[in-house]
């Protein structure tokens, strides 16, 4: 019984903020301003505009998850051989960022790129010529890099600790070399933790829009801005639910490979 009382209020948690506003999203994206059932609103990411910024979304976002996996992968591999854990400076460090708030880290990144900003002030001191940095794709990717990263390092960090020292020893006892070593056990091993990190930086990158605005000038529009502009500027909640709707399934899929690859939650536990 006190189990179901304590268990309460995370259940009116769920109802209201989780279950009530999806379950909007779905009566908005099937009807029209009338009420009457439509799909309109979720084929209309077919057309030109929409399909432009979903290809545009899924690009940037995947080039952001590779880029973050190359980065991430060799560090999480460092920070296991200096055997340092979980609690120490080094990885507060890395937590460090995610308790800043979100626009103030893509601010100060606006304020490095932009065309007086302090990387062109340093070229201009050297004599050198000055960049466009800002309102580019680029600048749109080294924003969530920068700001989702650390969703990519941690999984991973906290699988490879995972991994018993005496498996790779043993690997090496066999005469395996460093290379087979990663590709044939730590590799596998971390699967979970990788599968989890492309998640949770895949996901928040396609349907980001505080990003591409700040660091794009609003002059890239990815799918998020048009979703977020539907919602705040056209008012018309239905096509904008209707495409959150489309969004939905890159969400689901998501949750699918962790649960095929991450059972029992080893890359997202810390």
């Not at 099937?30 to 990411?45: C, H, K, M, P, Y």
């Not at 600790?161 to 596998?188: E, H």
Request: with cysteine.
């Amino acid at each position: 019984m006190n189990k179901k009382v304590l268990s309460g209020p995370y259940l009116m948690w769920m109802i209201g903020f989780i279950i009530i506003p999806l379950v909007l999203i779905v009566i908005y994206g099937l009807t029209d301003r009338s009420g009457s059932f439509t799909l309109a609103n979720v084929i209309s990411i077919g057309t030109e505009e929409h399909a432009k910024a979903l290809w545009l979304s899924l690009l940037l976002s995947f080039i952001s998850t590779v880029l973050c996996l190359i980065l991430a992968y060799p560090l999480a591999m460092i920070l296991r051989s200096r055997g340092i854990g979980q609690g120490s400076f080094i990885v507060f460090i890395f937590i460090l960022p995610m308790w800043m708030n979100f626009l103030l880290r893509t601010l100060a990144w606006q304020t490095l790129l932009e065309r007086n900003g302090v990387i062109n002030g340093i070229l201009s001191t050297l004599h050198l010529p000055g960049q466009s940095l800002i309102n580019t794709p680029g600048a749109i990717i080294l924003g969530m890099v920068y700001n989702f990263l650390p969703f990519m390092v941690l999984p991973i960090y906290n699988v490879l600790m995972k991994i018993d020292d005496n498996v790779i020893n043993a690997a090496r006892d066999l005469g395996a070399n460093s290379f087979q070593v990663l590709i044939r056990i730590l590799l596998p091993l971390s699967i979970p933790g990788i599968v989890s990190g492309i998640t949770m930086v895949f996901v928040p990158a396609l349907t980001t829009f505080v990003i591409s605005n700040l660091l794009g000038g609003s002059k890239i529009l990815l799918i998020g801005n048009v979703i977020e502009q539907e919602f705040t500027k056209g008012s018309n909640w239905n096509l904008g639910s209707g495409l959150s709707l489309v969004l939905m399934i890159f969400i689901l899929i998501s949750m699918a490979l962790i649960a095929k690859y991450d059972k029992n939650g080893e890359g997202t536990a810390f």
